[in-house]
């Protein structure tokens, strides 16, 4: 059990350009979760995978946000056109099948869009 | 919908001193509880869960916490706190969404301060 990465660790970018984050999960753990950070609140979420299919998606992920997990073990997600808003800690997350699972949560990505 | 309330931003304690870091939650059906906490520069680690049965959870690092039904909380106690504690925590309830899935919905985080 090597925990839950992610990379990269931050990411400057400027605004309207586009980003992606990979995250790759316990390896034997079949759901995978995105969440959103940002200083002074809690995580957010933003959309949930089981195996390769992605199950959830939060209202707070517009169209400008997508999320793949192919053969449903790594998975990434795509900013478009960031925007300063989208400034924030991307947390992923990664969980065995249960209703009662456990969420282990990778280190993030800090996105700075300037 | 679901929701987690942590009604203080921060918590200051002597070490050696019992603590409290205080949740409630609203949700519809059964709640399933979540405790995490997040040290600086590092993920949110979990802590302890309730999903049935006694209402006093044991966990991590001598954390406690008591599942009250009546007054709708989760506080996460500690009988006697170390200076390494200090950090951010997380409470969170999940409960299940409008496509079938069960979310976790978080608080917005306690920083507990323990003073040497």
């Known amino acids: 059990d090597t925990g839950v990465s992610q990379d990269p660790r931050h990411k400057i970018t400027k605004r309207g350009q586009n980003v992606t984050f990979r995250c790759d999960p316990i390896s034997e753990h079949n759901r995978l979760y995105w969440y959103r950070q940002t200083l002074g609140q809690g995580p957010e979420f933003l959309t949930y995978f089981q195996n390769e299919a992605q199950l959830e998606k939060s209202r707070l992920l517009s169209d400008r946000f997508s999320a793949e997990r192919p053969k449903g073990s790594f998975s990434t997600l795509e900013i478009q056109r960031t925007e300063q808003g989208d400034s924030a800690m991307y947390l992923c997350?990664?969980?065995?099948?249960?209703?009662?699972?456990?969420?282990?949560f990778g280190p993030g990505t800090r996105l700075t869009v300037l | 919908a679901q929701s987690v309330a942590q009604p203080e931003d921060q918590v200051n304690v002597a070490e050696g001193n019992p603590l409290t870091v205080k949740c409630t939650y609203s949700?519809?059906?059964?709640?399933?509880l979540f405790w995490y906490v997040q040290y600086p520069n590092r993920g949110l680690q979990f802590l302890l869960k309730y999903i049935t049965g006694d209402n006093l959870v044991k966990g991590s690092y001598g954390f406690e916490a008591e599942f009250n039904k009546s007054q709708t909380s989760f506080h996460l106690k500690k009988p006697s706190a170390l200076v390494s504690d200090s950090a951010l925590y997380f409470c969170a309830v999940r409960a299940l969404a409008s496509g079938g899935s069960y979310i976790p919905t978080f608080g917005r985080g306690t920083s507990l301060i323990v003073h040497p």
């Open positions: 997350a990664s969980s065995s099948e249960g209703v009662t699972d456990t969420q282990y």
């Open positions: 949700v519809s059906g059964n709640p399933y």
